[in-house]
C-alpha cells in the first residue's frame, strides 16, 4: 500500500503531470473566458486592426495614440481566428499555452517542491483569466505580462553561471523587449531596469565579467533589431512619419495639455489588484526573507513590480485600474518565492497544511469565474438574433444595442457614421468611423486636432452623429464649431439614455455621402 501511494505521488509531482495540470488550468479558464465581449477599448484596437486588413494605414486612415504593436496584435488574432472577440481572446490564450511550458521549466530550476511549480502557474495565468472581465482582458497591460516573463526567462539565461551563449540568449531577450516596448513605449523603462537590476546581480555572483559583458552586448542589438523592423514596415507603406509623430512627439504634447486623472482611480485600481490577486499578494513579501532575496529572479521580479507601479503612476492623466494587470505576474512569480521561504524556515509548513491551503487558495481565486462560466453556460446559444450571448454575458453591451435601434431601422440610412463615445456601436451594427479619427477619447487630443473636427465632420457627411452625455460639455467648450454644425446641418432624431443621436437633415440622410 505504501509502495503504492509513494508510486502515485511520484507520478503527480513528476515534470510531465504539472506541466499537464498546468496547461489544463490555462486552458480551461481561458476557454471559459473567450466568449467575453470587448469593452470599448478593445473594441476601438479591432476596429484599427480591421482598418489595417482593408488596406488601410495605421496612424493616417486610422489613428489612435497606442503603439503599433497592439494593433499588430488584433490584427492577427483577426487573421487567425476572426476579427471579434472571440479572435482576439483565441489568440491571447495561444500565447499563455506558449509560455506556460517554459514557465514550467523555468519553475522547476527556481523552485525545489512541484506544489510550488504548479503553484506559479496558478498565480501567474490561471489567476488573470479567473480575475479579468471585460474591461481588463487583451488590455496591453496584460498582453505583456507573459513577454516581460519571457524577457526574464531569457536574461536568466544569458547570466547563469553555468549558461552558455549569454549573446545569444540576451539577444533574444532584446527582441522581447522590443516586442513590450512596440505594445506600450512607456514600458521600455520597465524592461531596461530589468536589464540593469539583473546584470548587478550577475555581477556580484559567480558569472564571469566577460559572459556579463557579451549578454550587455546582446540587449540592445535585439531591441535595435525588433524596432528596426517595425520602423521599416512603416517606411516602405510610406506611414513613417505620422507613426512618428504619434508615439515620440504627441506624447510629450498630450502632458503638457492634459490634466492629471482623479487619484481615486489609483486606489481603484490597487483595490482590484489586492482582492483579485490576494494570496500572492500575501505570499510575495516573504521572498524577501532568506538568502533567495539576492537571487537574479527575485531581484528582477522585485525590480519588475516597482518600475511597474511608477511606470503607471507617470502616466498621469490615465490611471486606469487595469494597469495593475502589469505586476499579476511578478508578483505571482514571488509569491512562489515566498511560500517556499516559509516552507524552509518553519517546521509547521509542512505539505499537510500547505496543501489544503492551496486548494482553499485555488477555490477563492476562481470564485469571478465560476460566476462568468455560469453566464457562458446558459447564454442563448440558438438565438439568431446577433450578439444575443455576448449581450447576456455583458449587461453593458446589451444596453449599447438596445440604445443604437436607430441603425437597424428599416429606413436607416447606410454608410459610415461618427460616434464620440463607445465604439461599440460601430461594432454590434456593422458600421465605421466616417473619419481617420474616432471618437472613444476625444478629452485627451490637442487643440490643433479639436480645430480640424469641424471642417472634417462637414466634407465626410456622415448620416448618423452620436454624440454620448459625456461629451456635451466636452464638445462645447473645446469646439463650438462642431455645435453650430450639428445645430445646422443635423437634426435630432433619437433621444436615449447614453447620449443623442443626430441624423443628417435633407434628403442625403437617405443616401451614403457622394466621394469626392
Not at 365 to 376: D, E, G, Q, T
Amino acid at each position: 500500500m505504501t509502495v503504492r501511494r509513494e508510486t502515485m505521488i511520484t507520478r503527480l509531482t513528476s515534470r510531465p503531470s504539472i506541466l499537464w495540470v498546468s496547461l489544463g488550468l490555462v486552458l480551461v479558464a481561458g476557454l471559459v473566458r473567450v466568449p467575453t465581449p470587448l469593452f470599448g477599448d478593445q473594441t476601438l484596437f479591432l476596429l484599427g486592426a480591421r482598418s489595417m486588413d482593408a488596406g488601410g494605414l495605421l496612424y493616417v486612415d486610422f489613428w489612435d495614440n497606442k503603439q503599433p504593436g497592439l494593433f499588430f496584435f488584433y490584427w492577427l488574432g483577426g487573421r487567425l481566428f476572426g476579427f471579434n472577440g472571440w479572435g482576439v481572446h483565441l489568440l491571447e490564450l495561444t500565447v499563455w499555452l506558449a509560455v506556460v511550458p517554459v514557465m514550467v521549466a523555468a519553475a522547476g530550476r527556481w523552485f525545489r517542491r512541484p506544489a510550488v511549480i504548479g503553484l506559479m502557474i496558478a498565480l501567474t495565468g490561471y489567476n488573470y483569466y479567473c480575475a479579468a472581465g471585460p474591461w481588463f482582458m487583451t488590455q496591453v497591460e496584460a498582453l505583456v505580462g507573459p513577454l516581460l516573463f519571457l524577457v526574464l526567462w531569457s536574461t536568466e539565461r544569458a547570466l547563469a553561471p553555468t549558461g552558455k551563449h549569454p549573446f545569444r540568449w540576451m539577444l533574444v531577450s532584446g527582441l522581447f523587449g522590443s516586442a513590450v516596448a512596440a505594445l506600450k513605449l512607456v514600458l521600455a523603462p520597465v524592461v531596461a531596469s530589468m536589464w540593469f537590476v539583473a546584470l548587478l546581480v550577475a555581477l556580484r555572483g559567480e558569472t564571469t565579467k566577460s559572459a556579463v559583458a557579451k549578454a550587455t552586448a546582446g540587449a540592445p542589438i535585439g531591441v535595435a533589431l525588433g524596432l528596426g523592423a517595425v520602423a521599416a514596415a512603416f517606411a516602405a507603406s510610406g506611414g513613417l512619419e505620422a507613426m512618428l509623430w504619434t508615439n515620440f512627439q504627441y506624447p510629450l504634447l498630450a502632458v503638457e495639455a492634459v490634466d492629471t486623472a482623479p487619484t481615486s482611480r489609483l486606489f481603484r485600481g490597487w483595490g482590484w489588484l489586492l482582492w483579485h490577486f490576494l494570496p500572492g499578494c500575501l505570499l510575495a513579501p516573504f521572498a524577501l526573507v532568506g538568502r533567495r532575496r539576492t537571487s537574479l529572479p527575485v531581484a528582477v521580479c522585485l525590480t519588475w513590480v516597482v518600475a511597474g507601479e511608477l511606470m503607471i503612476v507617470a502616466q498621469k492623466f490615465s490611471f486606469w485600474p487595469y494597469h495593475q494587470q502589469l505586476l499579476v505576474v511578478p508578483i505571482g512569480i514571488l509569491a512562489c518565492f515566498g511560500l517556499e521561504a516559509l516552507m524552509d524556515r518553519f517546521s509547521f509548513v509542512r505539505p499537510r497544511v500547505v496543501v489544503p491551503a492551496l486548494l482553499v487558495m485555488l477555490a477563492f481565486i476562481s470564485l469571478p469565474l465560476a460566476r462568468h462560466a455560469r453566464r457562458v453556460l446558459i447564454a442563448p446559444w440558438s438565438s439568431p438574433e446577433p450578439y444575443a450571448v455576448a449581450r447576456h454575458i455583458d449587461t453593458g453591451l446589451d444596453a449599447v444595442w438596445r440604445q443604437s435601434e436607430i441603425l437597424r431601422r428599416p429606413d436607416a440610412a447606410p454608410g459610415p457614421i461618427y460616434v464620440f463615445g463607445d465604439p461599440r456601436i460601430l461594432l454590434v451594427n456593422e458600421r465605421a468611423y466616417a473619419l481617420p479619427i474616432h471618437g472613444w477619447s476625444w478629452e485627451f487630443l490637442l487643440d490643433p486636432q479639436w480645430a480640424a473636427l469641424p471642417a472634417q465632420l462637414e466634407a465626410a457627411a456622415p448620416p448618423y452623429i452620436f454624440v454620448e452625455s459625456i461629451y456635451d460639455e466636452v464638445i462645447a467648450a473645446r469646439s463650438p464649431q462642431t455645435v453650430a454644425l450639428l445645430d445646422g446641418r443635423y437634426r435630432p432624431a433619437a433621444r436615449v439614455a447614453l447620449g443623442t443621436w443626430y441624423r443628417l437633415d435633407g434628403h442625403d440622410a437617405r443616401r451614403p455621402p457622394a466621394g469626392p
